[in-house]
Each structure stands twice: as C-alpha cells, then as structure tokens.
C-alpha cells in the first residue's frame, strides 16, 4: 500500500507549488484575533446581569410566591405535573412510539410539595410552635379537606393585597394554609428558602434543581426574562440579556419553534406544540447527520458544483483558464 | 570487540516491533514537509482559507481565557474587575470563533472540500461544530447569571422531552460547568488537531473542475 505521503505529491503532480508560510500566517491570525476579541472586551465587556433569588422573589411579587407555593400543594403547578425525570406525575412528550422522555423514567426525584413547600416548613418549625401545630393540622387533615382548603385559599389569593411585605386574603375558612404561607414567605423573604432548597442536608453544593424548579413555576422570573426579551415566542435561548450577541448558532433549533407544526395545537402527523421538544430534537439530530452526510449524499455534493461560488474562492485558477476561452 | 549498540536517533530497529511500526506509519501519513509544509499550490493563495487559520486562532484564545477562568474558580468574575475582563475576553472569542468557524464552514461547502479521500475530515469537522454547540450551550449554563437560569429553565425541556435530561441535568450547575471546562474542551481540542492533522495529510483539494464534479 502507497503511503500517503507519496499519494499527496502525486495528487500535486502538475500543479505550480508556491513558497507559504504556514506557521507566519498562524502566528498573524492569532495577533489579529486576539486584538479583535481584546478590542470586544475592553469596549463592550460581557453580559453578567444578577441571579434572581427566591428572596427577590418573595420581596418583589408575593402574592405571586404564595400563589406558586399554594399551587404546589395542590400539585397544579408546571413542575407538579410534570412527569420524567422529575415524577411520574404527566406522561411526558412522545411521537408515536417513540416515547424516550417515558422510556429513561424518574431519575431526578422532585415531590414539588414536599420539596418546596413542606419540608422547608418543618426546618422552619424547629423553634416555632405555631407553624409546627399548623403543619401537623395540615398533614393530618384529609386531603378532601386539604383540597377545599387549598381552592377556597387559590380563589382569595387572586384579590390578595400586600402589606408590610405579607399577603392579606380576605376572611375565610382556610385552615392551616395563611399560618403556613406567611412562615414560608418569611423564611423566603429572609433568603432562608434559598438555602434550605440548595442545601438540602448538605453541606457542599453544585446542584440547583429545585430551586430553579419552583422559581420556573411562579411567573415572577419568567416576567423578568420578557422583559429581556428572553422569551421562547422571541427566539429566547439564542438570546442574551442586554444588547449582546448570544447563541446566534442556535437559530435553526429555535427557530423551529416559531413555525408549523411546532407552534401548532393540532399539529400535523402527530407533531405538534404539545410534543415540539420531542420533535425538533430529532428534527435537528436528522440535519445534523444530513450536513454531516453531504460528501455522501446526491445533490446536496453537487450543489457546490451547480453554484459557482468555488469560481469567486479559486479565481487565481480559473481566470487564465476564462481568459483563454475567449476566442 | 563487540558492535557498539545504538543509542538515541532513529535506526531501522525491528520490524516487529510495534514502537517501531507506530513511528513508520507516522513517517509515511504524515511526514514533517506535510505537517508543516513550506510551499501550497498557487490556488491556496484564496482568502477563503483564512477562515480555516482564524478559527483555530480563535480556539486559542478560548480556550487561553478559559483556563484563567477555571483556575480563578466560577465567582471570580463576577466580583473582580479583571475576572470581569478575562471573562469579556472569553464571551469575544467564543462569538469570534462561531463566526469564523461558520464561515470556514460555507467556504468549504462551496469549494466541496471532501472531495478525494476527504469525506472525513469534512465529517469530523460537522462533530467539531456540534460540540462546539454544546460546549458553548454548557458555558451559557455555567454563567451563574440570570440569563444561566432562564436558559437552564427553558432548556430542560427540550433535554426532557428528548429524554436526555434524565442524565443531562441543565439545572446542575457542577455537572454543566465540568462539562464544560473539562471533558466537552477536550473533546473539542482532540477534534480540531485530528482534522488539522487530516488536512495536512491529505493536503488541500484541488478546485472542482481540476478533478471534476464534486462526489467524496
């Protein structure tokens, strides 16, 4: 078998060869970026605007926290349903057979209740009695009982008032739910919540699942991200805060979401907004195997050939060959 | 007196031997003159290869950032004016990098850079822009910033719905940021060299009448 060394200089057989600095052309191309990207730096910086915590949260919208809160008991919020990998809760996205959301099942297990609401609770009621006697009403009442609590408390929530930074609801029979929300609210207003939901028993740590859950689940920080135009509807995840240029590379996957069938109720052969995820994942996974399959795929490898761009990049070469065809 | 046993340099050395077969494919794959060649065909002269050098340039200077970055650990730009800096410096050179590395892209669709032998490199090279993809997906995500978190929220969809969030947890922050300073940069690294070392030895294609058409 010929090595390649003596297949390149066959290949080359004929060609006129010119002296090239390769080494030189490299040394230059990193001076000139590296001034590019150091000029970038220094007039424009770089995004870095605050985390939004659960205590600006609880500060900043309380009825909205309390409303989130309330919803998580009553497993009504985003991540109460959810199902994989977070609780066997919602059937997750799936194309027909094709089901991997249900297929991997519950890996990260979140009870959104117990995680966001009770539990933090009964940290909190180490040294407070009323909270502790309110808790134990809760859990030993029905949850017929927790549940007409709950709708009765969701329903005067929505005319709820704040005052001095706590959520006022008119009069009703709710239980134990206004002793508990207050605490939870307190506990998260004082930046509490924040720990006890990273913590976790822990005294390390990277993972910040839950907290980003439940804060998922208000409105408060997504009303944040449409104010920096960070929504899905405006591309959101190729965006960045500020006037920076963010994922621009990501506008085919987003933009995917913007079109039918993805941001189709009915949809078209089953693929619609219900299951976009699902779908342009494996809609990107098929073009990206396609881009990668163009050397092999007819068409596609002609195009080139077809659209004579390659006369514009090789003009050394083909304007001799245009000058001597004229006649 | 017994013949003087060779030291150091290169000898034939037996042809058994698999040190000794390892450094002969070497040699014929790729020779020095190849890696480092001196002279190109006159149409090399093009603009378009240029992409190709100030991608790699780019790289550099990311992944430069990048290591000043990680050593200083995750809250130091956040609180030093010059973290703040290294960290613009990175965010420049990652938008450089796409830009550039798109570009290179384009160029070589239009000149069907896999042509003769070179469908590989061009394929490498298409994994090298998927990586990069996730790469940067995962520096998004390991910012500690509000965009971090809107971005993690909106994307664990997606990773859900797919079913790879079950091990693909975008809301971790420790596993995103390990990917992101460690394995996906290694990837990434190991990559470009093999597609740099392929087009070095299989040297630059020739422009598409030269050969004709535009078929692997």
């Known amino acids: 078998m010929k090595g390649m060394g003596a297949t390149q200089e066959e290949y080359y057989r004929g060609v006129r060869m010119e002296s090239y600095d390769l080494v030189k052309e490299l040394v230059i191309a990193l001076g000139a970026v590296g001034v590019l990207a150091l000029i970038g730096a220094a007039i424009f910086s770089s995004p870095d605007l605050a985390p939004v915590t659960i205590a600006n949260w609880a500060q900043s919208d309380p009825v909205d926290f309390v409303t989130t809160a309330s919803g998580e008991l009553a497993s009504a919020t985003t991540s109460a349903g959810y199902g994989a990998p977070y609780n066997a809760a919602g059937p997750g996205q799936s194309w027909g057979p094709i089901a991997p959301q249900k297929w991997f099942g519950v890996r990260i297990l979140i009870d959104s209740a117990n995680a966001f609401v009770i539990q933090p609770l009964q940290r909190a009621s180490f040294s407070n009695t009323d909270l502790g006697t309110a808790l134990a009403a809760w859990q030993n009442a029905s949850s017929d009982q927790q549940g007409t609590w709950l709708d009765a408390y969701t329903k005067a929530l929505a005319n709820a008032t704040v005052t001095d930074g706590g959520v006022v609801v008119a009069t009703g029979d709710y239980g134990p739910l206004p002793v508990m929300m207050s605490n939870l609210l307190g506990v998260a207003q004082s930046g509490g919540l924040d720990g006890l939901l990273t913590i976790n028993g822990r005294f390390y740590q990277t993972d910040y699942t839950q907290p980003l859950l439940f804060m998922g689940d208000g409105e408060y920080l997504s009303g944040l991200a449409d104010q920096a135009h960070l929504t899905g509807s405006l591309w959101g995840m190729m965006n960045e805060t500020g006037s920076y240029p963010g994922q621009t590379w990501l506008w085919l996957y987003t933009m995917w979401y913007q079109v039918f069938p993805f941001n189709s109720d009915t949809g078209i052969i089953g693929l619609n907004a219900g299951n976009a995820d699902l779908g342009i994942i494996l809609l990107m996974t098929l073009l990206t195997a396609a881009l990668a399959l163009v050397p092999f795929t007819p068409i596609l490898r002609d195009i080139p050939r077809w659209i004579p761009i390659h006369r514009l990049i090789w003009r050394q070469y083909y304007a001799p060959r245009k000058a001597a065809a004229r006649p | 007196m017994s013949a003087p046993s060779s030291v150091g340099g290169s000898t034939p050395g037996k042809p058994e031997s698999w040190t000794v077969r390892l450094r002969q494919g070497i040699d014929r794959h790729l020779p020095m003159d190849h890696l480092l060649p001196d002279r190109q065909p006159y149409y090399v002269g093009s603009w378009v290869y240029v992409f190709g050098v100030v991608t790699i340039a780019a790289l550099f200077w990311v992944i430069l950032s ?28 990652v938008q450089l990098f796409f830009f550039f590395m798109v570009l290179h892209l384009w160029g070589q669709y239009f000149m069907a850079g896999w042509r ?49 969030g079950a091990f693909f947890n975008v809301l971790n922050f420790g596993q995103m940021y390990g990917l992101h300073v460690m394995l996906l940069p290694i990837g990434v690294t190991f990559l470009v060299v093999a597609h740099i070392v392929m087009v070095r030895s299989r040297g630059v294609v020739k422009p598409i009448d030269a050969e004709g058409g535009a078929k692997s």
């Open chain 2, 66 to 93: 990048g290591v000043i970055l990680s050593f200083m650990g995750p809250q130091w730009w956040h609180d030093s004016g010059v973290g703040r800096f290294v960290n613009s410096l990175h965010f420049w050179s």
């Open chain 2, 116 to 164: 003769k032998g070179r469908a590989a490199t061009w394929m490498i090279g298409v994994v090298i822009f998927g990586i990069s993809i996730l790469t940067a997906f995962t520096g998004y995500l390991s910012q500690q910033n509000f965009a971090s978190q809107f971005v993690a929220i909106n994307a664990k969809d997606a990773m859900n719905g797919a079913g790879i």
